[in-house]
C-alpha cells in the first residue's frame, strides 16, 4: 500500500489548509502529526465507509476529516490554524475498516505544516 500526502504549507494563524492522502485500497484512515521534540499523535480517523471519525479534543471543530473512495483520497481540513498545529503530518491506513485512532498498518510521508502567529 503507498499513501501519498500532499498539501502541507505555512500559513498564518486563523488560516486554512487542506491536507489529502491518496490511498488505493479499502482502509480506514487517518492524520497523526509529530512536532519537534514530542511523540506522534493522533489528530483524526475515519471508517472505511466514512460513517464514523474520531478527533482528538485540540482540534474538534477545527479540522474535518473526509474521504472520497471513488477516487481513493483522503482529506484534512484544518481551520482556524493555531500555532500549535505546527507539526509533520502523515496519513496513515488501517487494514481493519472500522479502525479509530488504534491500530494502523501503513503509513505515509510526512508533509510539513507551519503555522505563523
Known amino acids: 500500500v503507498q499513501l501519498h500526502a500532499s498539501g502541507g504549507g505555512s500559513v498564518q494563524a486563523g488560516g486554512s489548509l487542506r491536507l489529502s492522502c491518496a490511498a488505493s485500497g479499502r482502509y480506514a484512515m487517518a492524520w497523526f502529526r509529530q512536532a519537534p521534540g514530542k511523540e506522534r499523535e493522533f489528530v483524526a480517523g475515519?471508517?472505511?465507509?466514512?460513517?464514523?471519525?474520531k478527533y482528538v479534543d485540540s482540534v474538534k471543530g477545527r479540522f474535518t476529516i473526509s474521504r472520497d473512495n471513488a477516487n481513493n483520497m483522503a482529506y484534512l481540513q484544518m481551520n482556524s490554524v493555531k500555532p500549535e498545529d505546527t507539526a509533520v503530518y502523515y496519513c496513515?491506513?488501517?487494514?481493519?475498516?472500522?479502525?479509530?485512532?488504534?491500530?494502523?498498518?501503513?503509513w505515509g510521508q510526512g508533509t510539513q505544516v507551519t503555522v505563523s502567529s
Open positions: 496513515a491506513a488501517a487494514q481493519d475498516r472500522l479502525s479509530l485512532g488504534t491500530k494502523y498498518d501503513y
Open positions: 475515519i471508517t472505511w465507509s466514512g460513517s464514523n471519525k
